[in-house]
């Protein structure tokens, strides 16, 4: 798929490891480093501007999910499409974060008409 500069579609960071400091974003799941938030904040939530702001990493991310799968292209991947990520940019992502997003962070979500699914309590 290109995007229309002709290009392949942007793509979010892959994870520089794999190890404990790996953290998920709260609203689309995806994968990286804290360092990586930090610095470049969440490709698919760029409203909540972690860059800017450290503790937003913290608040907009969780070490706690479960499996990670690396999707290359999100519209055409059936897996992405039954994980409802299939809008988001290619990259790691988790198959579940047992974890809801901040009431004042699902704000931002609403101000901005950002569609937000909180984790299923089983």
């Known amino acids: 798929m290109a995007n229309q500069g002709g290009g392949p579609p942007p793509a979010a960071q892959i994870p520089t490891s794999f190890g404990h400091e790996l953290r998920a974003c709260l609203r689309c799941r995806l994968v ?31 070490p706690n999910f479960t499996g990670i799968i690396s999707v290359m292209d999100p519209t055409r991947s059936w897996a992405a499409r039954w994980l409802r990520i299939g809008r988001f940019v290619p990259g790691c992502y988790t198959l579940a974060v047992s974890e809801a997003l901040p009431h004042e962070m699902q704000n931002i979500c609403e101000e901005e008409r950002i569609s937000y699914v909180p984790p299923k309590r089983v």
Request: some cysteine; aromatic content about 12%.
């Open 32 to 62: 990286k480093t804290y360092d990586q938030f930090r610095e470049s904040g969440c490709e698919n939530c760029p409203f909540f501007q972690m860059e800017d702001d450290h503790e937003r990493v913290v608040d907009c991310t969780t």
